[in-house]
């Protein structure tokens, strides 16, 4: 891996991390659109799955889930084998990737054709 | 085509998430993680420095989440009383405030519209607005007070974010409302509806389309024999001179209710309150006992509280929605309520014309129509159309157009100001000047001084006729609108020669008061056995009084133990003759009596007025099968001791059917039950129902099967030289917030009867605290 993706890696990370901890859906979205747009190269969607895993663990682990509070969540949803927490991180993770993802297929399509350009 | 994929998947997931499904939460920010539920903070240990205007307001939260409110102002005291409330029991607020408001249907769906028509037509919202601005004329301290407890409740609001609010808000998909400053003056209504709204009057009519006058008499008397056990026996005349009322010549044209079998089993509402004079207690000191009984819900009706003023310290219970305290105690007085019991509402039936006119006065007089338009949750709005008239506010039912006139219903008292005195009050004689502003719901307030002195006060207003009357009052003359009287100058006793006082909602007098009362009082059982352990205890300690608060001795089994042993079956008899008629978990005898008492009472209601929803008194007719050879009905007379051996053997199929086939296996804890709901009624947030000991004639009250009702808190007060030494416990928990440790941990406690001693802290660096919120 390149310096400069390493950095972006990064970058990507603390934009996710910061749309996930801002409270707000408005965040979210803008920062997994902006993760999507930068940088103007095309990523796999597999890296944002990974990126996205990494900052919900993140979070959970700052903000770790009430067990009371899942528990009664759980009981209202009628849901006892899967806690209403991982419920909540898959969403988010799959939402988020999925933004970034779809955003950065633009991008793709204009990496390809400056490749074509190139060869 | 490929390259489309990925973003129409992104746009169906999302169009799948925001699109509002009829039935479930706003799946969007329910299952996405910044605005999900996750993001409640329950914050119950460590601190915080918030911004706010109130800087040198401190609150400290104990073990049990009991906030400790430290102020230099009574102002910055309100705020902290109105983000506290908001911190702990924000959802409870938004829907009384919406129930009084009238707008329940825009956030619960066409299910509330019924309830919400019911309120909007006292504009209670209107009001509290009127009122608020008087106060601001007559008491602006009061005023002022108010406005910071809605700043106080606003700010907290203001600093939550979307995820953060209360997980009722999350599944039901709205968000909660700022509070306005008259809030608090237009939430003591809700508590006047559960204490003093009564539809007996409407019923009292229909009733005379089953029963000769004669027989609603005899079976519904405006003070039965055995009820003539009042709370003030020192002030009431001879039990013989009762004056009758008079039922209203109005027979309804229907039932109201539409007849449909509604009677709940066993669920009767009700209060015990008592005192202990220095002069009688074991220390020397006056005692104050306090139990209310309101719905077991979660979250309860009760937030206990401790507040700091500049050093002066007061303690107890407020209601959410209300800076004071309502039952509670300073270092120098002490007090507690009961509801009063009496039927503050009459119902006037309209002579209309076509020209949508009714009649005053041999005149006709315009209706003034009002129309409300109420917002439904996935529904249209709906136009809602009622009249004013000089009666009240006037609606159809059942083809019929009737004005409601009710107490509550007229801007008459300031509450607020008694338990604004209260807390200043140094001794008796100024708790009870106090307690001479509070209007409704009318109560029987306890008062303990720490001088050793005690006293009784029933205050409140009532509507008094030249004679008394019940039944729709078919309206003509303006002079039938009675004016009301505060009669707590005559109903009150300080300082008993006796030592000692009590009461449990029976009758205040056994006089010719009593009818004007114009209600159906509780049954005097609680009242029983309370008189009889204080009477017989010329020295009465602390234990001798936590005893009383958990006594599940039923206090009709004097009465009517011959009856019921006398006409049980044989299997049942010595089971029978032997209890001690304490209904506790492990009794079997308990089951059998209170299963017997239930179903007696309903056939012998069934055999007189069929499904009509207006059982007579049950104590009045236990007493009427336990002294009488034979009872008359509309036909012939009927042998008490038959229907009783009937009943038997209905009620041993029922209880082998529920509870097996072997007699021991029906004890009482597998028959009665105790459930706290949660309010919505969804049973993932309410606490399972667990076997539970009392009855509704036990001091320590269980009503309704499963129990539904009971005591909602207990406290235990003594007040000497020193500082308070007091005890108590909530039915429930602290917080509103299911899955909050604080939301159910005192219930195990509370159900054995056991307290949490008060922490009596003047300065906030004494205390030990869990949570501390600073104000910068």
């Known amino acids: 891996m390149k310096k400069q993706d390493f950095q972006f890696a990064l970058l990507h990370l603390s934009l996710i991390f910061g749309g996930l901890i801002f409270e707000s859906l408005l965040y979210f979205f803008a920062m997994a659109a902006l993760v999507g747009f930068l940088p103007r190269s095309a990523r796999s969607w597999l890296y944002y799955l990974l990126l996205n895993s990494l900052a919900m663990a993140i979070a959970l682990y700052l903000n770790p889930p009430q067990p009371g509070l899942n528990q009664s969540i759980n009981g209202v949803l009628g849901i006892e084998s899967l806690p209403y927490w991982l419920i909540v991180a898959l969403f988010t993770v799959l939402v988020g990737s999925l933004v970034s993802y779809s955003l950065n297929l633009p991008l793709r399509a204009t990496a390809s054709k400056k490749r074509e350009f190139q060869r | ?177 700022p509070m306005k400053p008259y809030a608090p003056l237009m939430l003591i209504r809700y508590m006047d509806k559960v204490l003093d709204y009564s539809e007996n009057d409407l019923k009292f009519s229909a009733l005379r389309n089953y029963l000769p006058d004669s027989l609603i008499e005899y079976y519904y008397p405006w003070q039965s024999p055995y009820a003539r056990f009042p709370i003030y026996p020192e002030i009431s005349k001879d039990s013989n001179a009762v004056t009758k009322g008079i039922l209203t010549d109005y027979v309804s044209r229907g039932d109201f209710p539409k007849a449909e079998v509604k009677r709940e089993r066993n669920n009767e509402l009700g209060s015990n309150n008592w005192a202990v004079a220095g002069s009688r207690s074991a220390t020397g000191n006056a005692f104050l006992c306090n139990d209310t009984h309101l719905a077991l819900a979660l979250p309860g009706t009760w ?108 801007s008459t008292g300031n509450e607020m100001l008694a338990f604004y005195q209260l807390r200043q009050a140094s001794n008796l004689e100024e708790a009870y000047q106090a307690l001479l502003n509070f209007s409704h719901p009318p109560q029987n307030f306890v008062l303990a001084d720490a001088n050793g002195q005690i006293g009784m006060v029933t205050s409140g207003l009532a509507p008094i006729a030249p004679v008394p009357q019940r039944g729709i009052i078919a309206a003509k003359q303006s002079q039938q609108r009675l004016d009301f009287y505060h009669l707590g100058r005559k109903l009150k006793v300080l300082r ?113 007025i069929g499904h009509f929803d207006f059982q007579p008194p049950a104590e009045h007719l236990f007493y009427l099968s336990a002294t009488q050879d034979s009872l008359p009905t509309k036909e012939a007379y009927l042998k008490p001791g038959e229907l009783a051996k009937a009943v038997w053997q209905s009620s041993k199929r029922q209880l082998a059917k529920t509870l097996g086939a072997e007699m021991e296996a029906w004890q009482y804890g597998r028959y009665h039950r105790i459930h706290f709901k949660h309010i919505t009624g969804l049973e993932a947030l309410s606490y399972t129902a667990f076997p539970a000991q009392g009855s509704p004639r036990t001091v320590n ?34 917080s509103g917030q299911p899955g909050h440790p604080h939301y159910t941990d005192q219930i195990t406690n509370w159900y054995e009867v056991k307290y949490y001693p008060v922490k009596w802290v003047l300065d906030a660096e004494e205390g030990h605290w869990q949570y501390s919120i600073h104000f910068r």
């Open chain 2, 1 to 177: 085509m490929r390259k489309w994929f990925w973003p129409l998947l992104t746009a169906v997931l999302l169009a799948a998430l925001f699109y509002p499904w009829p039935g479930l939460p706003p799946l969007g920010s329910f299952l996405l993680y910044p605005t999900s539920p996750l993001q409640i903070d329950y914050a119950i240990k460590g601190s915080s420095s918030l911004p706010g205007t109130h800087t040198d307001l401190e609150i400290h939260y104990d073990e049990r989440g009991v906030p400790h409110l430290f102020a230099q102002s009574d102002t910055s005291l309100a705020f902290g009383m109105g983000f506290t409330h908001a911190r702990d029991r924000l959802f409870q607020l938004e829907m009384l405030r919406r129930t009084v408001r009238g707008r329940l249907a825009e956030v619960a769906g066409a299910k509330a519209l019924e309830s919400d028509r019911w309120w909007l037509k006292f504009e209670f919202e209107k009001l509290a607005q009127s009122e608020l601005e008087r106060i601001s004329q007559e008491e602006p301290q009061l005023a002022a007070m108010f406005k910071a407890y809605a700043d106080g409740f606003n700010h907290y609001l203001e600093q939550l974010s979307p995820g953060e609010k209360p997980l009722e808000f999350h599944l039901l998909g709205f968000a909660p409302s």
């Open chain 2, 303 to 410: 937030y206990e509280v401790h507040q700091v003023v500049k050093g002066k310290a007061t303690h107890g219970f407020s209601i959410p929605g209300s800076p004071f305290i309502i039952s509670g105690f300073s270092d120098k007085v002490a007090w507690g309520m009961t509801n009063a019991t009496w039927d503050l509402t009459d119902f006037f039936a309209l002579n209309t014309n076509a020209e949508n006119q009714y009649e005053l006065d041999g005149q006709w007089v315009d209706l003034d129509q009002r129309e409300v338009i109420i917002p439904v949750k996935d529904a249209p709005a709906d136009t809602f159309h009622y009249y004013q008239t000089y009666f009240g506010p006037a609606t159809t039912m059942d083809g019929e157009l009737l004005a409601t006139r009710w107490v509550a219903s007229e």
């Open chain 2, 496 to 608: 008993p020669e006796k030592g000692w006082n009590h009461s449990a909602n029976q009758t205040q007098v056994s006089d010719s008061l009593g009818p004007y009362l114009n209600s159906i009082f509780a049954p005097t059982a609680r009242g029983r056995i309370i008189s009889q352990h204080l009477s017989e205890n010329p020295s009465v300690s602390r234990n001798d009084l936590k005893a009383l608060h958990a006594s599940v001795e039923d206090g009709e089994w004097p009465l009517l133990k011959d009856f019921v042993v006398n006409t049980a079956p044989a299997s049942f008899k010595k089971t029978l003759a032997d209890w001690d008629g304490k209904c506790t978990e492990k009794s079997v005898a308990a089951t059998l009596y209170n299963h017997f008492k239930w179903l007696y009472c309903d056939s012998l209601s069934h055999l007189l």
């Open chain 2, 701 to 734: 009250v269980s009503s309704g099967l499963p129990g539904t009702h009971g005591p909602a808190m207990r406290s235990l007060v003594e007040l000497s030289d020193g500082p308070p030494k007091a005890e108590t416990v909530l039915a429930g928990g602290q």
